[in-house]
Nanobody, 115 residues
Framework: QVQLVESGGGLVQPGGSLRLSCAAS????????MGWYRQAPGKERELVAA???????NYADSVKGRFTISRDNAKNSVYLQMNSLKPEDTAVYYC?????????WGQGTQVTVSS
């Protein structure tokens, strides 16, 4: 059974940085496409960034140039480096693993950007 555990969320001031980590277990990590999504209160869950098993990346327009997704297959982990954070980045951030159209989610980690 696929298991994903996120960490690294917290409270940060506008303009600050955070690095989210997602540790994967109980599956062959290198075969999966990985992603980060977020959900703000009262809003739908949205894609933030994704990285394919081949290393190709894509980003939501709202985070391009500020966020970077990466993966380390040796550590079964995916990361999201978030710079120049804005209050509108406040949300619960979820890690996802996708293979053959089947998606598994982590439990989420809260990111709050506020002064």
């Amino acid at each position: 059974q696929v298991q994903l555990v996120e960490s690294g969320g917290g409270l940060v001031q506008p303009g600050g940085s955070l690095r989210l980590s997602c540790a994967a277990s109980r599956f062959t990590f290198s075969l999966y496409n990985m992603g980060w999504y977020r959900q703000a209160p009262g809003k739908e869950r949205e894609l933030v960034a994704a990285i394919t098993r081949g290393g190709n990346t894509n980003y939501a327009d709202s985070v391009k140039g500020r966020f970077t997704i990466s993966r380390d297959n040796a550590k079964n982990s995916v990361y999201l480096q978030m710079n120049s954070l804005k209050p509108e980045d406040t949300a619960v951030y979820y890690c996802s693993a996708e293979l053959g159209g089947r998606v598994t989610w982590g439990q989420g980690t809260q990111v709050t950007v506020s002064s």
